[in-house]
């Protein structure tokens, strides 16, 4: 998760938990979908969501930490035009936890598999943050399979953020701290400070666990290596030779703040704040150039929303859909 790098990079607590997941919790809530699992690999099963409607494939990704229930309040307004799903990452939620297979092939082969097993030979893909891995590597491999491609603040060279990371453990990041919080309600409230809105119901839900008799928060409900391996699995993009139509949309921050963060804070080794002062000029020519390539490619249509942080679509729902409808319609 990365909102701006003063608020939160990525949610990078790996709390102790289980192995396997947890059974999903109770609830009388009515389902804004119907839930089922579909088999990716040998002992691999990924969440399905299908929220139901009419038309083409449209498949919604979390990135890393999320659910595909993080989707809830942004999915069902493409009923109308799309059958639209989501998918949870395996490692995380109620998908498996197998202890391999976070890097960015498997994870990508991982959705082809599911679209194979859901009967679906094309779909336009919606991938949020780590997603745009994913995005890539099905543009990149598996153009027939896809539409087109809607990256949801999901450009970002994470393969190059790897290789800056490959020398040693993870860096401390600006995060939110839900150890503590009293409640579910506390930690909605935290999160929706941090991200510009309350994240829905069911992300909350399947996303973290809960003290049955306290209510206090517990962990994240996820296999606990699974971050550190999406992250340090991440490969370099190579978004020019994707063909198809691209929709990119993204706020004003880029890892160069995570990364500036980094070079001064007090708190990390002083060898890590040295290789991060002399990688910032790089990283920020880099995403400069980066970004004057994709505005330049013919197929790709680049939005940015100054300000409106990593999860895009909940302080600036309105115009998150009005670009996705405008770019779906075309």
Same mark, same amino acid.
């Not at 008799?213 to 999406?230: D, H, I, K, S, W």
């Not at 999860?311 to 405008?326: C, F, G, N």
């Given at each position: ?237 190579? +978004?020019?030779? !994707? ?5 990119? *949309? %993204?706020?004003?921050? $880029? #890892?160069? =703040? ?52 990593? +999860?895009?679509? !909940? ?5 998150? *859909? %009005?670009?996705?409808? $405008? #770019?779906? =319609?075309?």
């Amino acid at each position: 998760m990365r909102t701006s790098w003063l608020r939160l990079s990525w949610v990078l607590l790996l709390s102790a938990c289980a192995t396997t997941p947890p059974p999903p919790p109770g609830g009388t809530v009515e389902p804004l979908h119907q839930v089922s699992r579909v088999r990716v690999a040998p002992e691999v099963e990924l969440e399905v969501l299908d929220y139901g409607g009419k038309g083409p494939a449209l498949v919604f990704l979390a990135g890393v930490g999320s659910t595909g229930h993080v989707f809830d309040v942004l999915a069902p307004e493409f009923k109308a035009t799309h059958h639209v799903y989501a998918f949870t990452r395996r490692g995380f939620g109620a998908s498996s936890w197998p202890a391999t297979g976070y890097d960015s092939a498997t994870l990508g082969h991982d959705v082809l598999a599911a679209m194979e097993g859901l009967g679906l030979k094309k779909a336009t893909l919606v991938g949020h943050s780590l997603a745009g891995d994913e995005l890539n590597w099905m543009g990149l491999n598996h153009p027939e399979r896809v539409e087109a491609l809607i990256f949801l603040d999901a450009t970002d060279n994470k393969g190059e953020i790897a290789e800056f990371l490959k020398p040693g453990p993870l860096p401390p990041l600006p995060f939110t701290v839900l150890d503590g919080q009293p409640s579910r309600e506390a930690v909605t409230a935290l999160l929706a400070r941090d991200l510009g809105g309350p994240f829905p119901p069911h992300e909350i839900d399947q996303a973290y666990e809960f003290d049955a008799v306290t209510g206090a928060y517990l962990r994240y409900r996820r296999l606990p290596e699974a971050t550190e391996q999406c992250i340090r699995g991440a490969a370099l993009p190579d +978004y020019a030779k !994707l063909k198809g139509p691209v929709l990119a *949309i %993204s706020d004003d921050q $880029a #890892f160069a =703040g995570w990364v500036a963060y980094l070079s001064q804070a007090e708190n990390v080794p002083a060898d890590l704040r040295e290789r991060a002062r002399v990688f910032l000029p790089e990283l920020r020519q880099h995403e400069a150039a980066q970004e004057a390539l994709l505005k330049s490619l013919p197929n790709w249509k680049v939005v940015t929303l100054p300000g409106a942080g990593h +999860y895009l679509w !909940l302080p600036r729902q309105a115009e998150v *859909i %009005s670009e996705m409808r $405008a #770019f779906l =319609g075309r």
